[in-house]
């Protein structure tokens, strides 16, 4: 087990490097109020003076501090000489000349074996990101110390819990702290070390408070009271650190800090650690040897790895599911382009492939929250525009005075003994010519579901467009062009369609009813409604006595102007007028509903032919001709820059969840019991 924890480590590093924390790693993060001995306990664990000191906030960062157990430096040149044996556990690290040295990540291959400058660097460093003037930010230092004298831990030490803002920190400093803690210790596979000074009431430590809201069964959380020997006289913390105030389910352990007076006289260590046992053994004899400095770095180390242990199968799950997901995203990005033509002509053929396919109805990506493509032209044909045609009454807009009038100027001065043919063609045509807006609507509305057709396939089908902006602009220029080039042509032929119905009325059509059946069957429905002719007669008398309407003398007294046009009045019609009116209706009605039937046959063949299969059949011919020219393939096929940074960082995340496998892959089944 005692990989376990330079496994984390190395897995940290790992994704580090990429700048990404995809992967919640065990690690055991350190919490506790302003100037509550957070450092103190830290640098007690490393052996060395190494973290910046002053007073109010001086942790303004997070500093992820990984501590890593080394050979001492004699033994490493032995090993280095070939006169030693390496241990299986040991690395060498034959390269550093020193006992004792730390890294940051942010100075890549710079070795410090001053710690002194290790604590002017992690100022520097947290200046640069967070101001001179006790500014906060969440952007971690990572830094690893290599020693002898340290046990294999991973620590992040976070800018203690403030309530008032100092210097150009901002009004909610305090929540911005909070949020800052409540990231770190919200990840489930962290230990808690909240730090308490033994001199405050352990009720009102915030850290014990943050730590319980997001570990409220207390699995993950260690307490550390700090500075046993600032307690009151004739007080101590006997009862706190035996649980019975607030007890905590993984430990309390009791340390000593060392005063200013220590740090200001450059006392060791080690001497600290020899006062600190010689403390613990005169005032809390039963504690001595479960508090202290020593076993807090014993118990730490065992915790983590315990707890890397029941993390690490859940560990290697994780990683083996992101490293699917990552590959499936890096194989939708594409590789670079090295052959431009061929790029292009792939494209090119992929999305006249699609577009074709989606008229047909034989795409991948069918859309199943509304109709598109072919299903859709096959909607507005039978749906929309036949319904349309359907609507549209074949005496719509006729009034019975529009009809004689009409036979009554196809007479001219001489009174009509039959219904003039004339007057039928006139007012059948009228109603033909209804029929053209529904038409031309009919072939707008296919134009505009080929235009979507353009967007679907460049959204669902053809990922691979989307990497090239131009190209992708190009293509739907193009396409729109062709479109463009083909309503007209559309429009002309849908229109000259209606003109063509109304070129020649032809009576002899084998559906027309014959005029002379269509006047016989009126006379006989009308001789059956007469009574023995009396109706003829007194109908006569009415017209001689009530002069009829719109066609009246003028009353006495008023001026006559026989070019007034009569105001149409409404009136009852003599028998002969309905007969008429009666004849001519059927005959436009019959005829109507002959052209009808032929627009609504004609009209989706026309634009089948002259829009929709032209644009299929010339589709891929036509996007060639104007895109695959010489010096046009460098500048549609740029790639955009999210594309291709996305691949990069998708590639490296990838990479990096590879190491991590790998490095899992590493520990024995053995090493997990």
């Known amino acids: 087990m005692d990989t376990l924890i330079p496994t984390i480590n190395r897995l940290q590093e790992v994704f580090l490097t990429v700048g990404a924390e995809v992967i919640q790693l065990p690690q ?14 830290l640098e007690s664990l490393v052996g060395r003076d190494f973290l910046p000191r002053g007073s109010g906030i001086v942790t303004r960062r997070p500093l992820v501090l990984q501590l890593v157990n080394v050979a001492p430096l004699q033994e490493r040149l032995k090993t280095e000489n070939g006169n030693g044996v390496k241990q299986n556990a040991q690395i060498s690290y034959s390269g550093v000349k020193a006992e004792e040295w730390g890294t940051f990540l942010h100075c890549k291959n710079q070795i410090f074996t001053d710690f002194q400058e290790i604590r002017r660097e992690i100022e520097a460093e947290t200046e640069r990101n967070s101001g001179d003037n006790k500014g906060i930010s969440p952007e971690p230092i990572h830094l690893k110390i290599f020693s002898p004298k340290v046990l294999n831990l991973t620590l992040v ?59 409220t069964d207390g699995r993950r959380t260690l307490l550390v009271v700090s500075k046993l020997d600032l307690m009151d006289a004739g007080t101590d913390a006997l009862e706190v650190l035996l649980g019975r105030v607030i007890p905590v389910r993984l430990g309390i352990i009791g340390v000593v800090n060392r005063s200013q007076h220590d740090i200001n006289t450059q006392k060791s260590l080690e001497d600290s650690m020899r006062d600190e046992q010689t403390f613990l053994q005169r005032h809390y004899p039963s504690l ?38 990552y590959q499936a995203r890096l194989n939708s990005y594409g590789q670079p382009v090295e052959d431009h033509s061929a790029t292009l002509l792939q494209i090119v053929t992929k999305f006249a492939s699609d577009y074709c396919n989606t008229i047909e109805g034989t ?51 001489r009174p009509a003994l039959f219904v003039p043919e004339v007057s039928f063609e006139l007012l059948v045509k009228r ?27 460049s959204s669902f089908s053809t990922q691979e467009l989307l990497r090239f902006p131009k190209l992708h602009d190009s293509i739907v220029e193009v396409v729109t062009g062709l ?48 009574d023995g002719g009396k109706r003829w007669k007194n109908e006569k008398v009415a017209e001689e006595r009530v002069p009829a309407a719109g066609f009246g003398s003028p009353s006495k007294g008023q001026s006559i102007n026989l070019l007034d046009t009569a105001v149409p009045v409404s009136r009852k019609l003599s028998s002969k007028e309905q007969r008429d009116c009666e004849i001519i209706q059927r005959l436009i009605k019959c005829y109507f509903l002959i052209v009808r039937k032929s627009i609504q046959d004609s009209v989706p063949k026309t634009v089948m032919h002259f829009l929709v299969n032209f644009v299929k059949e010339h589709l891929q011919s036509e996007l060639v001709g104007q895109l695959y020219k010489q010096q046009l393939l460098q500048e ?26 790998n490095i899992i892959s590493e520990i024995r089944e053995t090493h997990l019991w």
């Open 28 to 41: 055991i993060v350190v919490v506790g109020s302003q100037s509550s001995g957070k450092s103190s306990v």
């Open 157 to 215: 030490d976070l800018p203690g819990i403030t309530k008032v803002p100092v210097g150009d920190q901002p009004e909610d400093i305090e929540a911005q702290v909070q949020a800052m803690i409540l990231s770190f210790i919200s990840n489930p596979n962290c230990l808690i070390l909240t730090v308490s000074p033994a001199n405050s009431d352990l009720a009102t430590s915030d850290a014990l408070k943050l730590a319980r809201e997001v570990d």
């Open 288 to 325: 001595a040897s479960r508090a202290g400095t020593r076993y807090l770095a014993k118990t730490l180390s065992r915790l983590l790895m315990h707890h890397i242990r029941d993390c690490l199968p859940e560990l290697k799950t994780r990683v083996t599911v992101l490293s699917s997901q």
């Open 363 to 413: 795409a991948r990506y069918i859309q199943t929250s509304e109709l598109c493509g072919g299903a859709r032209i096959c909607y507005i044909f039978h749906e929309t525009f036949g319904r349309t045609l359907q609507s549209i009454d074949p005496l719509g807009g006729l009034t019975e005075l529009d009809i004689l009038t009409a036979i009554r100027n196809a007479t001219g001065p």
């Open 431 to 457: 109603q033909i010519k209804r029929l053209e807006e529904p038409s031309m609507r009919c072939v707008e509305l296919v134009h505009e579901e080929l235009q979507r057709i353009i967007q679907h396939c």
């Open 483 to 530: 479109l463009r080039k083909r309503l007209p042509i559309t429009n002309e032929m849908v229109h000259n369609l209606v003109s063509i119905e109304l070129a020649y009325i032809n009576t002899k059509h084998p559906d027309f009813t014959d005029a002379a059946q269509v006047s016989a069957s009126v006379n006989s429905q009308q001789a059956e409604a007469l």
């Open 636 to 661: 549609l096929l740029i790639e955009s820059q999210d594309t291709a940074q996305q691949r990069t960082e998708v590639a490296q995340m990838l990479e990096a969840l590879q190491k991590a496998n």
